[in-house]
């Protein structure tokens, strides 16, 4: 970094305080980075964007309330062109496309090294896509049958959290052939034959999260 060169401003957004210490002393310890605010929920990072106006925001998306995914979202209807780089735990190849179709332009998951997030951060700061080998993997695997409704992700989170047809009908306010139709589509579309199958696959993809 040339003397004239300003660092690569940065909001961190995490809700497990520890992690934020651990993340804020790699990014401070580099000479073009800095932390200029730190956030533990998605409502403290939307306020925080607007205080401090980071050149990148580094966002979980496990948070408490709303998620990193609607966070990344509601902050490009906000401010259009923002630069987030997100790092989480979620390695499913949903999680993935949800942030990405969102506005992140950068995924890593947290057990990697820590010379991928710096790399990674200048590449955003540059106004590049940055995807480590395995996240591309993952998501060059998706096919348009992958995709589910709204609907069709509400009846697969029910499911997940072990309601029958019966109650996902009558929390949805449908009849129960029609979340049998919804079922029905879910499985071919996760290509399994039970509704277990359905929830374990939706669970290491990402569809849902309990």
Do not use: W
């Not at 609607?70 to 949903?94: N, P, S």
């Not at 998951?109 to 990674?120: F, S």
């Not at 590449?123 to 940055?130: I, S, T």
């Amino acid at each position: 970094m040339t003397a004239a060169a300003k660092p690569i401003r940065i909001l961190l957004v995490d809700d497990h305080p520890i992690v934020r210490a651990g993340l804020a002393a790699i990014v401070s310890s580099q000479p073009d980075m800095e932390i200029v605010a730190q956030a533990g929920s998605a409502r403290e990072a939307l306020d925080s964007y607007v205080q401090c106006e980071p050149d990148i925001t580094l966002m979980d998306l496990k948070l408490p309330g709303m998620s990193g995914v609607e966070a990344i979202r509601e902050l490009r209807q906000q401010h259009g062109a923002i630069k987030v780089l997100v790092l989480t735990t979620y390695e499913g190849d949903e999680d993935i496309y949800q942030a990405l179709m969102a506005g992140a332009a950068a995924y890593i998951i947290k057990g990697m090294p820590h010379e991928l997030l710096l790399q990674g951060i200048r590449r955003v700061h540059q106004g590049k896509v940055y995807l480590p080998a395995e996240i591309s993997r993952a998501v060059g695997k998706r096919t348009e049958k992958d995709e589910l409704s709204a609907r069709e992700r509400q009846v697969l989170t029910l499911m997940a959290a072990g309601n029958s047809n019966r109650a996902i009908a009558e929390k949805l306010g449908v009849t129960e052939g029609t979340v049998k139709c919804h079922v029905g589509v879910i499985l071919s579309s996760l290509g399994v034959k039970d509704r277990t199958q359905a929830v374990l696959i939706a669970l290491r993809r990402g569809f849902v999260h309990l």
